[in-house]
C-alpha cells in the first residue's frame, strides 16, 4: 500500500527555522516525483515545488523560488520542506504529494494520485 | 502564466440532484486537467486525471470532460458522502501546477 507519511505539527516564532518530513512507502520511493502544496487557513491549494528523489533534480514555483528549499534523503525514502526564517504568513497546511504519469498518444499527463495527510505549521510570536 | 477560474464558489444541492462545475482555463490546456476532492479537515483526493479519466476506485457517479481551455465536472447523483470542496487543477510544461480556487458543495 502506497503511503506518505508527514511529520506532525509545528509551532514556531517568526524568524526560526523549520525542517518538515514526508516519508513514503509502499512504492519504489526514488522513481516518482514528490511534491509540497500549501493550504493557508481558509484558502485554497498552492503547488509550492516538487523533487526527484532519484537525482535531487529540483523545480519550484515562481511564488516560492527562495523562500523555501525542497530536499530529499532516498536511503530513508523521506523529502524534505524547510525554511531558514518563518514568517507569520508561512502559517499553514503543508501536504507532500506523489506525481504520477498518464501516458497517451499526446505525451504525458501528470497528477497527484496519493497526498500526505498534512502538517500544520503555525507560526506566531 | 496560465489562470484557472472555477465557477461557482458554493453551491447547495439535494441528495440526488445533478451538480455540475466549471473549470476555464486562460489558454489552451489540451487535456491537462485534474479534479480533486478535499473532504472537511482531510487532505484532498484524486477524482480525475487527463479530463475525464476517473481514478480506480472513485464511485461511477463522478465524471469529467472536456478539452482546451473549458472542463466540466460532473455529480450525477449528489450523496451525503460528496459534501466537500472540489479543485480542478492544470499542468504545463514549465512544469507548473496551478488549481483553481474551489468549488464548495453542500446539501439543501
Known amino acids: 500500500e502506497v503511503q506518505l507519511v508527514q511529520s506532525g505539527a509545528e509551532v514556531k516564532k517568526p524568524g526560526e527555522s523549520l525542517k518538515i518530513s514526508c516519508k513514503g512507502s509502499?512504492?519504489?520511493?526514488?522513481?516518482?516525483?514528490i511534491g509540497w502544496v500549501r493550504q493557508m487557513p481558509g484558502k485554497g491549494l498552492e503547488w509550492m515545488g516538487i523533487i526527484y528523489p532519484g537525482d535531487s533534480d529540483t523545480r519550484y514555483s515562481p511564488s516560492f523560488q527562495g523562500q523555501v528549499t525542497i530536499s530529499a534523503d532516498k536511503s530513508i525514502s523521506t523529502a524534505y520542506l524547510q525554511w531558514s526564517s518563518l514568517k507569520a504568513s508561512d502559517t499553514a497546511m503543508y501536504y507532500c504529494v506523489r506525481r504520477r504519469n498518464y501516458y497517451d498518444s499526446s505525451g504525458y499527463k501528470p497528477y497527484f494520485d496519493y497526498w500526505g495527510q498534512g502538517t500544520l505549521v503555525t507560526v506566531s510570536s | 502564466d496560465i489562470q484557472m477560474t472555477q465557477s461557482p464558489s458554493s453551491l447547495s444541492a439535494s441528495v440526488g440532484d445533478r451538480v455540475t462545475i466549471t473549470c476555464q482555463a486562460s489558454?489552451?490546456?489540451?487535456?491537462?486537467l485534474n479534479w480533486y476532492q478535499q473532504k472537511p479537515g482531510k487532505a484532498p483526493k484524486l477524482l480525475i486525471y487527463d479530463a475525464s479519466n476517473l481514478e480506480t476506485g472513485v464511485p461511477s457517479r463522478f465524471s469529467g470532460s472536456g478539452s482546451g481551455t473549458d472542463f466540466t465536472f460532473t455529480i450525477s447523483s449528489l450523496q451525503p458522502e460528496d459534501i466537500a470542496t472540489y479543485y480542478c487543477q492544470q499542468y504545463d510544461n514549465l512544469p507548473t501546477w496551478t488549481f483553481g480556487q474551489g468549488t464548495k458543495v453542500e446539501i439543501k
Open positions: 489558454q489552451d490546456i489540451s487535456n491537462y
Open positions: 509502499g512504492y519504489s520511493f526514488t522513481s516518482y516525483w
